[in-house]
């Protein structure tokens, strides 16, 4: 058993941790025709909370239950791993990338994380205003415009042909790599780093 808890609290190489993700799209196709996706979930939840007639709520969201017991697990099983089995080295961050955040005053590795920005002090303050509530409503707002998030699209989407997936994947991209080569510096320095 102690063998086995050491080989899972270690980063998995790609080439097994690849295609267990990718194995999820056929069998969700082959178990029940199911399209794999996070955020939907969160219109299943309003649907099923909400007791207004809006018209986006208004569906049979019984149909959409596997996909709100999927992401219940997803939460469980987080909390399970960093619970009980996490990994209690530090992360492993490339060097020229621990330079260039060290620049903006990133320096703490010891959590998922970066705790300069990530934790509750922040959570009132300039800092929390940006990354917490700006970065949340972009994030969401993205994921509402773009028809679904970055599983859906790049995992479920690109593999089953979908055009649409393709586009929202490739601006995915453009805005991940905009953000970190362009934005990031000058929104820091912005808010006290």
């Avoid at 178990?31 to 018209?55: D, E, Q, T, W, Y």
């Avoid at 089995?85 to 010891?110: K, R």
Wanted: glycine share 10%; aromatic share 16%; with cysteine.
């Amino acid at each position: 058993m102690e063998q086995f808890i050491e080989w899972i609290t270690q980063p998995w190489p790609w080439y097994v941790a690849g295609p267990l993700i990718g194995l999820t799209v056929p069998i969700l196709l082959l178990v029940g025709n199911k399209s794999f996706g996070i955020s939907s979930s969160l219109r299943h939840v309003c649907a099923m909370c909400v007791p207004a007639k809006i018209p986006f709520f208004t569906y049979n969201w019984r149909k959409e239950m596997w996909n709100i017991v999927f992401v219940v697990g997803v939460l469980l099983g987080g909390f399970f791993a960093t619970t009980f089995i996490s990994n209690p080295d530090t992360i492993v961050v490339a060097e020229s990338t621990q330079q260039d955040l060290a620049a903006l005053g990133i320096t703490d590795y010891s959590k998922l994380l970066p705790a300069e920005i990530f934790n509750w002090e922040n959570l009132f303050t300039g800092k929390g205003l940006l990354f917490f509530v700006i970065g949340g409503f972009l994030v969401g707002f993205g994921t509402r415009y773009a028809g679904g998030c970055t599983s859906g699209h790049a995992i479920m989407g690109i593999s089953s042909l979908q055009w649409p997936s393709v586009v929202a994947t490739i601006f995915f991209m453009i805005g991940g790599f905009l953000m970190t080569h362009v934005l990031l510096e000058p929104l820091m320095k912005m808010v006290g780093f």
